[in-house]
């Protein structure tokens, strides 16, 4: 698909999101311990169908029947990263979308490398809070708190732009606002609440969401379509909330009721560069 600004629209993520319904893509999540049932429950309640496999022995066959992947490294041991590098192999192989969720790259040397070593291997969309995607770009000043972000998401546009034109890969970075980029177009994606960062592993089920429509769209429509439905989903679930203790459940319900009507009224898309 060729990328023109026409395809970052509300419209246009409301009619992804349809076709993402209407396929109810399988996705393969290979993804950390915290994350496992919130990304379950909400690519579920997006429309998607998820399976969590992991096992170097089964990984490659899964991936062989899923239209897409994502490879979330928040949890990481040796075997496990085996397991992701067979289930990458194998899409990469048959021409399907992965995505790559960074988790505390910049924590530690062996996340950081492994972040890096899985950047190479050509992901369809690399989706990170702002220190994740600055030190995956390897910005100076990066630097999370483990998994969440020291830094603002608008500070990590240029990082992201390099890390795209280095990869090939659509870069997202999340956070009060979102940005989407391909190194040259930069779209940005408002709504959501600042309850979200409070509540554990709701990147990573975005990071899910993005992969569920990466298997409908190509990869730069992908992410500014699930960014924007997670966006409005989340400004919904989070009115009349008390604090973030119910936000999952309450996300789980916002997503499975969202339609354009919704999506128009409590997310924003605006081009910024291209
Ligand atoms: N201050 C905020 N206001 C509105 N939405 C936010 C805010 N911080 C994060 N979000 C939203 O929370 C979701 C997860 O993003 P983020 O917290 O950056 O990821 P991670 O959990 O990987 O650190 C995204 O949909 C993002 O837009
Ligand atoms: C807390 C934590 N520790 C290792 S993985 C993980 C979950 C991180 O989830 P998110 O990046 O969506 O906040
Ligand atoms: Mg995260």
Redesign the pocket.
Known sequence: MTVTTDNFSIEAAAAALADMRATRPLVQNITNFVAMTISANVLLAVGASPAMVHAPDESADFAAISSSLVINIGTLSESWVDGMRRAILQMNEDGKPWVLDPVGCGATPYRTAVAAEFARLSPAIIR??GSEIMSLAGASGAGGKG???TARSEDAVEAAKALARETGAVVAI???T?FVTDGTIVVAIEG???L??LSTA???A?SATVAAFAAVRAPFEAAVSA?AV??AA?AVAATDLKGPGHLPAALCDALYAIDGATLAANASIRVEAA
Do not use: E, F
Request: with cysteine; charged share 15%; net charge negative.
């Open positions: 990170g809070n998994a969440d972000s999340t956070g009060a979102d959501g609440d600042a979200m960062p709701l990147g990573c975005l960014l997670y966006a989340g």
